[in-house]
C-alpha cells in the first residue's frame, strides 16, 4: 500500500472527529445546548437550512438556533449513513437524517432530509464551514401522544 501509515492514521482520526461533530450538532439541538453548538462551527461559516433559517457566521447561526430552539422546544434528531471524503485538512459529506420535532404552532412532526456538509480542519480542529438541510419530507403526527417519558409533548402532569 503506498499511503503512508501516518495518512492512513491522520484519515481514521478525521474521520472519527467528524463522526464526533455530526452526532454533537444532534445532541446540541437536542439538549439545546448553545455553548456546545458554538463549538462545531469557524466563524465564518454557514447554516442553511431552507424554511427554517438559513445563517451566515456563527453569531447568526447561533441566533437563528435560539429561535428555532424557541420554536421546537423537543428535537430529536438521528443522523445516519454519513458517507464522508477527505483530503487533507478539508472533507464533504452527505449524512441521512430523521428527525421528530415538537413544533409550538404546528405540534409533533417528523422531517426527514438529507445535509450537504463541508468540513475543515484548523489548528488540528474540525468543524463545519458549512452545512446545507434538503427536506425530503414533514410529516404532521396527529394524535401522536407519548404516553410515558421524560417529554411531556402536552401530556397533563
Not at 104 to 110: C, E, R, T, Y
Request: net charge negative.
Amino acid at each position: 500500500m503506498s499511503t503512508s501509515l501516518e495518512a492512513r492514521l491522520d484519515a481514521i482520526e478525521s474521520r472519527f472527529a467528524i463522526d464526533t461533530l455530526i452526532a454533537n450538532y444532534a445532541e446540541a439541538f437536542d439538549t439545546m445546548n448553545e455553548e456546545l453548538l458554538a463549538t462545531l462551527w469557524h466563524p465564518e461559516s454557514r447554516l442553511l437550512l431552507g424554511a427554517n433559517g438559513n445563517s451566515e457566521g456563527l453569531e447568526a447561526i447561533l441566533a437563528q438556533a435560539r429561535v428555532n430552539m424557541k420554536r421546537m422546544p423537543h428535537m430529536h434528531h438521528w443522523m445516519a449513513n454519513a458517507l464522508i471524503k477527505l483530503d487533507g485538512d478539508h472533507g464533504s459529506g452527505l449524512v441521512a437524517a430523521d428527525c421528530i420535532f415538537y413544533d409550538v404552532d404546528q405540534g409533533p412532526l417528523q422531517v426527514s432530509g438529507q445535509y450537504r456538509d463541508v468540513y475543515e480542519r484548523r489548528d488540528g480542529r474540525w468543524a463545519f464551514l458549512e452545512r446545507t438541510f434538503t427536506m425530503h419530507y414533514a410529516v404532521p403526527l396527529q394524535n401522536w401522544v407519548p404516553v410515558m417519558g421524560t417529554e411531556r409533548f402536552g401530556r397533563s402532569a
